[in-house]
């Protein structure tokens, strides 16, 4: 089990909401909130130790389109935990995928898009599934930026035990 510090929940955790039009706001809130609080009690019920005194909303409150975060709803202590994952409960690459290539010829390691995709294939029978399914597509790692590589990169570095990741 690791533990991890209110950044790397951050890129754990946050995501963005697209709805698909204007009209259904108040519908596609509702949803995001559903699925949030199903994904944190399937993690919780699952191992996983989420800081009471975190949430998980847009920044602007009540705007579907707004990018989502987590914030503290009280004081958090210095040195506090926010949350542990159990390694399992983490999507992430399998040991056996083959790295992929980028178009600058440089490789890239398509295990997590790979387990991003497969948790969302089957319908949503997770509730990892379920939530990613929902998101805007713009938001995957294989749209980023290089620089945006280089900063989950770096993050991953830090938290991974005995794994390297290289984008190029």
Request: proline share 5%.
């Amino acid at each position: 089990m690791r533990t991890f510090c209110l950044p790397q929940l951050l890129t754990a955790l946050v995501y963005y909401c697209h709805a698909d039009a204007p009209t259904c706001k108040d519908e596609c809130i509702q949803q995001d909130h559903a699925l949030t609080s199903e994904l944190i009690n399937w993690l919780r019920e699952n191992g996983a130790y989420i800081n009471e005194k975190l949430q998980v909303q847009h920044v602007v409150e009540n705007d579907p389109k707004s990018p989502r975060g987590v914030f503290a709803t009280a004081d958090l202590e210095e040195g506090e935990t926010v949350c542990r994952i159990p390694w399992h409960l983490i999507l992430k690459p399998t040991d056996t995928e083959e790295p992929c290539k980028r178009s600058t010829g440089g490789e890239l390691d398509c295990g997590t898009i790979e387990a991003v995709l497969a948790a969302m294939k089957d319908g949503g029978s997770t509730p990892y599934g379920r939530y990613l399914f929902n998101q805007s597509r713009q938001y995957t790692p294989a749209l980023w930026s290089f620089e945006a590589h280089d900063l989950l990169v770096e993050m991953l570095e830090t938290t991974r035990e005995d794994h390297t990741t290289e984008w190029d």
